[in-house]
């Protein structure tokens, strides 16, 4: 039976249509072998959106967004908007779309592609094997509590201002995606917070506990995050699902990912609750220094894609086969200019995409 899975792409800037030109490659050669009827909307976001409609996100891409199965977005921002106001740059479409979708958990998987391993700041004995998923709370805490700000104070001296806050609900809803990814991966969870310090911690690490009850078949522990982030340079593989609140899954997150070696091939996962809103993106921004050139890694992009299909889509074999694919065109040596290595092939973006798409082939037929 064919399967129909609706997806807006917003390529978005600098590199964007260039690494997306690749994603859709993958999307064509689905359609055609799978059986995926995948219905796609394309359109304009941050800066090149704000071209066109005058702003980064316009309502009407709003509303399909929130109409379709998932967007996959490439990058947003670049040096040509540097002077527009705030609520105008391209950043600010982003943080719309986080927003009006109510995207709560932020999933960024770091996975160490073996052909990758010297790529790592680590030994490569620490990292080979290395498959950790961070999730990440992203609309609540110290990035978005009340009250905030800049005041002066009487005697003159300036004071700012953030307050980290966090209520059951919006620990309870995380902690369950968390819980359902260590059911579907290794069963592990870690929670990370600043229980010792920190009132919204302790708060987090008991509700945490409370929904971790209803899944006796995952083993929680907690860890302070500064103790996280020691540990996470230290002995990474000990992990399997990390969840934390969103000032410390910024941190944790991006330390993680350069476990891994390289920005161009980390992909990630913004979901909001079953059935509602989902957004994939790569890690890394727009790239501007290299945008144009043809050289920009597609592989983040299209591992993202590889996350709609496992996450929304429910197409986990279709997931595992883009990911075996770019595992073997590591493995045969092709690298973009990014992850280029001694004894290797450098390869374009669109080349990058082609060996993707053949390696998929091979899967495919065997
Ligand atoms: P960046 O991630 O764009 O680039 C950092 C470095 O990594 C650059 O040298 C770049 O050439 C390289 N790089 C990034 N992606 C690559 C790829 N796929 N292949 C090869 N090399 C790659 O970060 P930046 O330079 O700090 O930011 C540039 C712009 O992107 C800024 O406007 C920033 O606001 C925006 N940004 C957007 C997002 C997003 O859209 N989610 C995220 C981060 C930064």
């Known amino acids: 039976m064919t399967k129909n899975l609706s997806l807006l792409i917003l390529p978005g800037d600098g590199i964007g249509p260039e690494i997306m030109a690749e994603a859709r490659k993958v999307i064509d050669w689905l359609s055609k072998k799978r059986n995926l009827n995948f219905i796609v909307h394309e359109d304009h976001v941050g800066g090149a959106a704000y071209d066109i409609y005058g702003k980064p996100l316009s309502d009407e891409t709003l509303e399909i967004a929130k109409s379709v199965d998932a967007v996959l977005l490439g990058a947003v921002g670049g040096p040509k908007w540097a002077n527009v106001s705030y609520d105008k740059r391209p950043e600010a479409g982003l943080l719309t779309l986080r927003k009006e979708l109510e995207l709560f958990a932020n999933l960024r998987p770091a ?17 080979s094997g290395l498959d950790i998923m961070i999730v990440r709370e992203l ?54 917070e600043k229980a010792n310090v920190m009132e919204s911690g302790l708060l987090w690490r008991e509700e945490v506990t409370k929904v971790g009850a209803e899944y006796p078949h995952i083993k929680l522990d907690h860890m302070l995050a500064d103790s996280c982030a020691m540990q996470l340079v230290r002995t990474p593989k000990q992990f399997d699902v990390i969840v934390t609140d969103n000032l410390f899954g910024d941190l944790l997150s991006d330390v993680a990912a ?22 994939y993106e790569p890690v890394h921004g727009s ?20 996350m709609a299909l496992r996450y ?19 493995r045969d040596g092709f690298r973009t200019a990014d992850i280029m290595q001694p004894n290797k092939t450098q390869v374009s973006t669109s080349i990058m995409g082609d060996h993707i798409l053949r390696a998929m082939d091979k899967l495919f037929k065997r």
């Not at 996975?111 to 990292?127: H, R, Y």
């Not at 476990?259 to 980390?266: A, C, E, I, N, V």
């Not at 929304?312 to 590591?330: F, S």
């Open 287 to 306: 790239a501007p220094d290299i945008a144009g050139k043809g050289i920009a890694n597609p592989i983040a992009t299209i591992l993202s894609l590889a």
């Open 258 to 279: 350069m476990l891994t070696g390289s920005l161009g091939m980390l992909p990630s996962a913004s979901l909001s609750h079953k059935g509602g809103g989902a957004m």
């Open 139 to 192: 609309t609540g805490g110290v990035y978005f509590g009340e009250p905030r700000g800049i005041e002066t104070l009487p005697n003159g001296e300036r004071r700012g201002v953030n307050t980290q806050v966090y209520t059951t609900s919006e620990i309870h809803r995380i902690a369950h995606v968390a819980f359902d990814l260590a059911g579907k991966r290794n069963g592990r969870v870690t929670s990370s």
């Open 312 to 330: 929304t889509y429910d197409c986990a074999p279709e997931a595992q086969l883009i990911e075996d694919a770019v595992q073997n065109v590591l």
């Open 111 to 127: 996975i160490c592609f073996e052909p990758l391993v010297d790529a790592s700041s680590l030994k490569p004995e620490l990292v």
